[in-house]
């Protein structure tokens, strides 16, 4: 009964997640119309429109909506002040999403993947360059941040190294997006506008850049970690 109930729990889980990602989906099938609506409803509540907002994002992270529009809706909601809401709700997702990924998806991928040498030596690299690792992949415009979040939760980083890294790696972009909603560049009549912003444009190639350099690093690392396997193993 023991080894049950914590499963039944984290299906239980999982199951509350898939049912409010299907919620936000359909939210967001139209986005710009879905970021009007949500503005509007979140001016209507006054002196309460910071916390529901805080917590609307917060899920929204969890359930994979992307960062870029949640953080173009907290600069149409509140300008530059909502660059610390953001900032905070965003963290606070990731963290979320670290968590459940960590104690309720690890196990199960690690036992899926237990025999598959390229993928523990793909893990150790990652988990091996900490911090770094996680602060470099928050700044690719390749790689979705919500799915960072789960993926990360699966690795051996630890969850103080993930923190701080986390929120240092996505100030720039969070900046950028809050940054082009207040000052009226995110959305225009025929829908969103700020992909080609030079801001937006210098950020992905500086982005892509990153990139680069984060699979040549651990590229390095797992071929490195597989010549000592293979030299333990007594290969030639």
Same mark, same amino acid.
């Not at 936000?24 to 949500?38: D, E």
């Not at 509007?40 to 805080?54: K, M, Q, R």
């Not at 960590?102 to 199960?108: A, E």
């Given at each position: 009964m023991d080894g049950r109930r914590p499963r039944s729990i984290g299906r239980a889980i999982l199951?509350?997640? /898939?049912?409010?990602?299907?919620?936000?989906?359909? &939210?967001?099938?139209? #986005?710009?119309?879905?970021?009007?609506?949500?503005?509007? !409803?979140?001016?209507?509540?006054?002196? !309460?429109? #910071?916390?529901?907002?805080? &917590?609307?994002?917060?899920?929204?992270?969890?359930?994979?909506? #992307?960062?870029? $529009?949640?953080? /173009?809706?907290?600069?149409?909601?509140?300008? $530059?002040?909502? /660059? #610390?809401?953001?900032?905070?709700?965003?963290?606070?997702?990731?963290?979320?999403?670290?968590?459940?990924?960590?104690? &309720? &998806?690890?196990?199960?991928v690690q036992a899926m993947t237990r025999r598959r040498l390229i993928w523990r030596a793909f893990e150790r690299a990652v988990s091996e360059g900490g911090w770094r690792i996680v602060a470099l992949v928050r700044l690719s415009p390749v790689l979705p941040f919500n799915l960072q979040n789960y993926f990360f939760g699966i690795t051996r980083i630890p969850f103080r190294h993930y923190l701080p890294a986390t929120l240092l790696g996505i100030v720039p972009g969070t900046t950028v997006n809050v940054s082009l909603a207040t000052a009226g560049y995110a959305i225009s009549m025929d829908g969103i506008a700020d992909l080609w912003h030079p801001l937006k444009l210098l950020l992905f190639a500086l982005g892509l850049a990153v990139t680069g350099i984060v699979c040549w690093t651990i590229t390095r690392r797992v071929r490195a970690i597989l010549r000592i396997a293979a030299k333990a193993a007594g290969e030639p």
């Open positions: 199951l509350l997640l /898939l049912c409010a990602a299907l919620v936000f989906w359909l &939210l967001f099938a139209s #986005p710009v119309a879905a970021l009007r609506r949500i503005q509007e !409803w979140i001016d209507s509540l006054g002196a !309460w429109g #910071p916390a529901v907002f805080l &917590l609307f994002y917060i899920v929204a992270v969890v359930v994979l909506v #992307p960062g870029s $529009m949640l953080a /173009l809706l907290a600069g149409l909601a509140y300008g $530059m002040w909502g /660059l #610390p809401l953001a900032l905070a709700a965003a963290t606070t997702g990731a963290s979320i999403s670290f968590l459940i990924a960590r104690h &309720l &998806l690890r196990s199960q």
